[in-house]
């Protein structure tokens, strides 16, 4: 549930126009929420590594106005995205490069703090870009990832279809190498980085309707639209026929009539170097 | 997941001395948590519901020190030793009584408040039972209504066992007329009801090795020990063999570990009559 773009091939959520626009609405919906609680002093350097198009990046530099910011991705045509979307803002506090986190340009120590968001899951070896981006962080400096977690979620009323379509995506994300169960466990992977005093927070989102925004803006709009997104790969390798997939949506959608509930988790984790 | 016990012999968390230690000693772990937030003014009367053992009772009454509690169950047994903790603990806000909430020996609109926490979903029909509380409901008072949701269990090391011996539980549940999934739904179940300003607030229970006494009092000593409790009734039921659950108990306690992690919901609604 990433709200940026790695420059990959497979990357699952893939990069049409329309998808990126759905990354937008999403985050506009969430970012307030994950954020809360990350602020980053006047003065501090921070580093945001896999920016994408920037989709927590006016977020992030809004709520550390004070602080300089770098946000690098390995795509420059993200690059390029979230640079219009920071100059749109009126905001001059970050400067983007293009760097790859398992070859980092910058010399051990170089910043303050590190925020991740949305890039652990789709990685084969999260623990090695923990391990990078402790790195490049000062001692004492800290390191802040926020991750979402699809086996966290769970809905009213209940449909084995449903999970289904979400089991497929799980799938599609592994077999791209990456983990979109990894919410759950950043506790040991920060640990096992070498952080110290880690500290885990889950950002439970729990919509029914009287909740009415959340309703549009997370179960239908982000949850249900990025399940909808792997539609075509999930039929095309075979995971699931096209009368369960359709059954599978629309239980989700059913999750978002007046009567449904949907709950979903995300984790943030600090931790110093 | 309750803490209190109603006289039904096919209470799926049965009704030996040890199960009723280990439903005190989850409570005492749990109950300030889950109580945060709910305390009644003084001079309410207000009832509390299949009060059982009283594992909330003390709490209850302790966070409302002016409040005239009224505390049921249909067991005079689980009474009994209620009303013993509730003397024992010098509060004297209490009165307990032996009723049935589907045969009131109240009038209408006699309470001020009510308050329901790990009853409903041991109830064939959850929603009689909450439009027979709202009877004895003054007009613009509130009911309180606090469950688990075993769906809501994730933990890592994910663990295909351990989620079938959770399976069981579940299904155990549902062939005693009860929903261990019952969390997820007090939203529409409280607004079928017709109670009015429905709110839900979920109560996410997160658990690694940086919180110790979660692994003890929750993971290991709560969860696992409440899905321990019904082996002999899985295994009896053919729902599982013993080499399929003893790894899931395994795999439960290996979310135990120092690198493990472990995470439920529970559910609290307010609503208003």
Redesign the interface.
């Known amino acids: 549930m990433r709200t940026d773009q790695p420059g990959r091939p497979d990357y699952v959520h893939g990069y049409t126009p329309r998808e990126s626009e759905r990354l937008v609405d999403q985050a506009t919906a969430l970012t307030e929420f994950l954020h809360s609680g990350t602020a980053f002093p006047a003065g501090g350097r921070v580093l945001e590594a896999g920016c994408g198009v920037g989709a927590q990046t006016v977020t992030l530099a809004r709520n550390s106005p004070g602080a300089a910011i770098t946000s690098i991705d390995i795509s420059a045509e993200s690059l390029a995205v979230a640079r219009q979307r920071v100059e749109a803002a009126g905001l001059t506090n970050v400067v983007f490069e293009r760097a790859d986190i398992f070859a980092f340009p910058y010399p051990a120590a170089t910043f303050d703090h590190v925020f991740v968001c949305f890039v652990l899951e789709h990685l084969q070896d999260p623990e090695g870009a923990l391990t990078a981006l402790r790195a490049v962080t000062k001692p004492g400096g800290t390191l802040t990832v926020i991750e979402g977690?699809h086996?966290?979620t769970?809905?009213?009323p209940?449909n084995a279809d449903a999970r289904r379509t979400i089991e497929c995506l799980v799938r599609l994300q592994a077999e791209a190498g990456g983990d979109s169960?990894i919410g759950?466990?950043l506790?040991?992977l920060l640990?096992?980085a070498g952080l110290s005093d880690?500290?885990?927070t889950?950002k439970?989102i729990?919509v029914?309707?009287?909740r009415p925004d959340l309703v549009e803006g997370f179960t239908r709009n982000t949850f249900a639209a990025m399940v909808e997104g792997v539609r075509e790969r999930a039929l095309d390798a075979g995971l699931i026929d096209t009368h369960t997939w359709e059954r599978g949506i629309a239980g989700l959608h059913r999750a978002a009539e007046p009567?449904?509930?949907f709950?979903y988790?995300f984790f943030k984790a600090t931790g110093i170097n």
């Open positions: 977690d086996g966290s769970f809905f009213h209940e169960l759950r466990r506790y040991p640990v096992a880690v500290h885990v889950p439970f729990y029914d309707a009287s009567d449904g509930v709950c988790t």
